[in-house]
């Protein structure tokens, strides 16, 4: 079930580069002594999707888009209650040189951070999946036509003065 997203997605180039695609920040947060009980169904879990794709381009000498993540947070500060089972998902792609171009370097991928924190809290919550990807775009043919870049972000789990209780679903063989 999709939660919360932010998605970018950015056009395609036609004789020029592909665009930038920037995401922007999710933030599941409870605060000050609030409570947050959310579903926790197994096999149905709450998607947290940020996803950015750069833009394609047929163009020959050009650059794919690049793909910007921006942040996913899932915090706790002096709070309870059950976040449920979730889905933790940051995606980036950076853009493609598409059609035969020549010399069309392909887009870069960058990734935002990831962080899941808990502070003087008590916290029940259930992971489905964790997962962050990045991929850079195909280069084109020929000279210059080198894929793109991955510039991998922050990932973290920090606890402090916390009770926190994890149910998990993963399946660490699909990893």
Sequence with gaps: ????????????????NGGNASSGTISLSVNDGATLNLPNVVGTPLLVLN???????????????????????VQAFNSSGDFGNLFVSSIGRGGFATSGATGTRGGDAFGGAVSIDFFDSNIDIAFD?????????????????????VFSGLVDIYVFNSVVNVGSNLNPSVF
């Excluded at 079930?1 to 020029?16: I, K, P, Q, Y």
């Excluded at 950015?52 to 888009?65: D, M, Q």
């Excluded at 043919?141 to 894929?147: C, E, I, K």
């Design 51 to 73: 996803s950015a794709r750069g833009g394609n381009t047929p163009a020959n000498n050009r650059f794919g888009g690049s793909a910007n993540l921006g942040q996913t947070l």
């Design 129 to 149: 999946r964790l997962e962050v990807n990045l991929t850079g775009g195909d280069g084109g043919l020929g000279d210059g036509g080198n894929g793109g870049g």
């Design 1 to 16: 079930m999709n939660f919360l997203s932010s998605r970018a997605l950015a056009g395609d180039g036609v004789t020029e």
